[in-house]
């Protein structure tokens, strides 16, 4: 009789078993990566879109790519992926959640809040604390699939997301793994440009532009939006700004969401860009250890200062890695210049 209910027990907990793996997966859907030009997948690989809640309830997209020979049902690590400040999944995210993937590892490239396929309003807002919730909540979202081991997560942020992660991972000790490619710390370039070069007088009129703007829209004026990347070259262009054109104003790396418009493609608004300002990512990073980090960076990119302060900043486990001969840009999508080995040999060391 007890082997009758022991044999019962074990068939109602394999059934519960299995209604929550279901559960946990019917939010996947699968589509074709053939529609995509930004990126290419593997034959190899299973795309799904996703859909998840943040914190504050907003819905986070994402591209979760699956490789086919994976056991679902066994316990795999996993990397989320954010793209650079101003683009969406498709540009650059992608590609490094394709390419991993295509290592053996579940990959979630995700759409930040007010960007892409992701909720927020106004659309192209700035919010530095709700983007890093993003990617606590990316892993939420992971940690609860069956087929994830919950304490193998990584992160990877390229550009922007770079300093994003940072600060995600000072306080969600979930992410086990952080490596940044090409990053920018999006304070430091704000209050500071690259170099430097920000006067501080210049630093307050850009605020007080912001701040008056604030009026404009609370009074439903029109909404104004400022930085990202030129439309148009011409011979005063600058190289940051042409480096930046050739990917995404030509079909290189240009992809614009469906409802959006190509104009506002990698452009924040004005009101809310200053809130980049009080953004200090790197102040508490060396917290994070004993978590590794990886930073890289090209050996010619315009940023490479970011890295490197960081670098500096964090306590050991840390390496700073240079690709000789890339740009800020070029590790963006160009697939024979990403160190898709190094990325590849840090989260097998560290996710396994």
Not at 87 to 116: C, H, P
Not at 142 to 171: E, M
């Given at each position: 009789?007890?082997?009758?209910?022991?044999?019962?027990?074990?068939?109602?907990l394999?059934?519960g078993?299995?209604?929550?793996?279901?559960?946990?997966?019917?939010?996947?859907?699968?589509?074709?990566?053939?529609?995509?030009?930004?990126?290419?997948?593997?034959d190899?690989?299973?795309?799904?879109?996703?859909?998840?809640?943040?914190?504050?309830?907003?819905?986070?997209?994402?591209?979760?790519?699956?490789?086919?020979?994976?056991?679902?049902?066994?316990?795999?690590?996993?990397i989320?992926?954010?793209?650079?400040?101003?683009?969406?999944?498709?540009q650059?995210?992608?590609?490094?959640?394709a390419?991993?993937?295509?290592?053996?590892?579940?990959?979630?490239?995700?759409?930040?809040?007010?960007?892409?396929?992701?909720?927020?309003?106004?659309?192209?807002?700035v919010?530095?604390?709700i983007?890093?919730?993003d990617?606590?909540?990316?892993?939420d979202?992971?940690?609860?699939?069956?087929?994830?081991?919950?304490?193998?997560?990584?992160?990877?942020?390229?550009?922007?997301?770079?300093?994003?992660?940072?600060?995600?991972?000072?306080?969600?000790?979930?992410?086990?793994?952080?490596?940044?490619?090409?990053?920018?710390d999006?304070?430091?370039?704000?209050?500071?440009?690259?170099?430097?070069?920000?006067?501080?007088?210049?630093?307050?009129?850009?605020?007080?532009?912001?701040?008056?703007?604030?009026?404009?829209?609370?009074?439903?004026?029109?909404?104004?939006?400022?930085?990202?990347?030129?439309h148009?070259?011409?011979?005063n262009?600058?190289?940051?700004?042409r480096?930046?054109?050739?990917?995404?104003?030509?079909?290189?790396?240009?992809?614009?969401?469906?409802?959006?418009?190509p104009?506002?493609?990698?452009h924040?608004?004005?009101?809310?860009?200053v809130?980049?300002?009080?953004?200090?990512?790197f102040?508490?990073?060396?917290?994070i250890?004993?978590?590794?980090?990886?930073?890289?960076?090209?050996?010619?990119?315009?940023?490479?200062?970011?890295?490197?302060?960081?670098?500096?900043?964090a306590?050991?486990?840390?390496?700073?890695?240079?690709?000789?001969?890339?740009?800020?840009?070029?590790?963006?999508?160009?697939?024979?210049?990403?160190?898709?080995d190094?990325?590849?040999?840090?989260?097998?060391?560290?996710?396994?």
């Amino acid at each position: 009789m007890k082997k009758i209910a022991s044999i019962a027990a074990w068939f109602l907990l394999a059934l519960g078993q299995a209604y929550a793996q279901q559960s946990q997966t019917n939010d996947m859907k699968q589509i074709s990566p053939e529609t995509y030009t930004t990126f290419k997948v593997s034959d190899n690989i299973t795309l799904y879109a996703v859909t998840f809640k943040n914190q504050y309830k907003m819905d986070v997209a994402g591209h979760l790519f699956i490789p086919k020979n994976l056991d679902q049902y066994k316990k795999n690590p996993a990397i989320i992926i954010g793209h650079p400040m101003g683009a969406v999944k498709e540009q650059s995210a992608d590609v490094y959640a394709a390419n991993m993937a295509g290592r053996g590892f579940i990959t979630l490239a995700i759409d930040l809040s007010f960007w892409g396929e992701s909720e927020g309003q106004p659309r192209n807002a700035v919010s530095p604390d709700i983007y890093a919730e993003d990617f606590s909540a990316a892993v939420d979202f992971l940690g609860t699939r069956p087929f994830v081991d919950s304490s193998r997560i990584g992160v990877i942020g390229v550009c922007g997301s770079g300093s994003f992660v940072i600060s995600a991972a000072k306080i969600d000790p979930r992410m086990k793994a952080i490596a940044t490619v090409s990053m920018y710390d999006m304070g430091a370039a704000n209050r500071n440009a690259l170099h430097h070069s920000l006067t501080p007088e210049q630093r307050k009129q850009i605020i007080a532009e912001a701040a008056r703007q604030r009026y404009v829209e609370f009074t439903g004026g029109e909404t104004k939006y400022t930085s990202g990347s030129v439309h148009k070259l011409d011979q005063n262009t600058d190289p940051v700004q042409r480096e930046f054109y050739e990917f995404y104003r030509t079909p290189r790396g240009e992809y614009t969401p469906k409802g959006s418009s190509p104009l506002l493609t990698t452009h924040p608004t004005l009101s809310s860009n200053v809130k980049f300002m009080n953004f200090y990512p790197f102040n508490d990073i060396e917290t994070i250890s004993p978590r590794p980090m990886l930073f890289i960076t090209g050996d010619q990119a315009h940023s490479k200062e970011f890295s490197e302060d960081a670098y500096k900043r964090a306590a050991e486990p840390k390496e700073l890695y240079y690709v000789k001969g890339a740009g800020h840009v070029d590790l963006y999508d160009k697939t024979e210049l990403i160190p898709f080995d190094k990325l590849e040999g840090f989260f097998k060391e560290y996710l396994k």
